[in-house]
């Protein structure tokens, strides 16, 4: 199965960037489903980057999503939470454009229909997703890393031919400043740790400048120390991006310090900071007495 276009710096993604159709003449934007999207131009005259209303997905009779309805606010940083089986990933192939909903309504900003879009095109308008396994090339150092990531429509075989230009340098050490890799920026990937490659591959999201993140389980796998940075990264973030966590770590969740949602059979339970949806007797009965 090829990877799907949402993973940055992937080959499958950098091949869909270089072929994607390119911008109308003297438009400065592509079409999508009768909408004008300029990479960039997002409505947030009402503060919020991501509405989600009565998305309804089934597969084979059964409701993956049932008439889910989220938001999230410009530079919020969000975690959802919930039982496997919840609709958690339905929702971010939803978000993403790899799942079309059956029904509802999901808007990027006010006028973005993100259901008429393509995933290249959701991925230009400035959605970042990173999956759980971390997927770099590992033959590449952290810096050719992001390199590859932003090199746009240019093929990843034409771009480590090309010198990378002084503000595309400048950003890239800007970057691994961020995801704390500078130190690091020549090694190649494959020998960092499994912390450092989920930091890189944030990384690689952010080279491209989303809007909005989405992250499914960042610290799988990773020590008390490197769970630990990566809520503090996550932090930092936000505010100039909006994230968005899928999360089963408790301990985690904590860290983030931020507004939980919690799903369960493709529907929102419970929102609130962590202590409220803890308490709540719902939430208990089917995720957290598990």
């Known amino acids: 199965m090829s990877d799907p276009i949402g993973r940055p710096g992937t080959p499958a993604q950098l091949k869909a960037l270089r072929d994607a159709p390119e911008p109308g003449a003297g438009e400065g934007g592509f079409s999508s489903g009768g909408h004008r999207v300029v990479p960039g131009e997002i409505d947030l005259s009402h503060k919020v980057i991501l509405y989600l209303e009565d998305i309804t997905v089934a597969f084979d009779g059964f409701k993956a999503l049932n008439k889910l309805s989220l938001s999230i606010d410009d530079g919020e940083l969000r975690a959802i939470i919930g039982p496997n089986g919840a609709g958690k990933t339905t929702m ?26 393509s995933e290249p095109e959701i991925a230009r308008a400035g959605i970042g997703r990173k999956f759980q396994k971390p997927s770099v090339f590992e033959q590449a150092s952290p810096q050719e890393n992001l390199w590859l990531a932003c090199a746009g429509r240019k093929g990843w075989l034409d771009s480590l031919r090309q010198r990378i230009a002084p503000g595309q340098s400048e950003r890239i050490d800007e970057v691994l400043e961020t995801v704390g890799l500078s ?7 494959g020998s960092l740790s499994h912390g450092q490659k989920q930091w890189l591959e944030i990384g690689m999201l952010l080279i491209q400048d989303p809007k909005l993140l989405l992250l499914d389980e960042p610290v799988a796998g990773l020590s008390d120390e490197e769970t630990e940075r990566t809520a503090e990264l996550l932090r930092r973030l936000a505010g100039n991006h909006s994230v968005v966590v899928v999360e089963h770590d408790m301990h985690f969740v904590d860290q ?19 202590a409220t949806v803890q308490a709540d007797q719902r939430v208990i009965e089917v995720y957290l007495g598990r």
Do not use: N, W, Y
């Open 92 to 117: 971010m192939d939803v978000i993403t454009g790899k799942t079309r909903p059956d029904s509802g309504k999901a808007f990027l900003g006010q006028t973005l229909d993100l259901t008429r879009m």
């Open 256 to 274: 983030l310090d931020c507004p939980v949602t919690v799903l369960h059979q493709g529907q929102v339970i419970a929102e609130g900071d962590l």
């Open 183 to 189: 130190a690091e920026r020549d090694r190649p990937a």
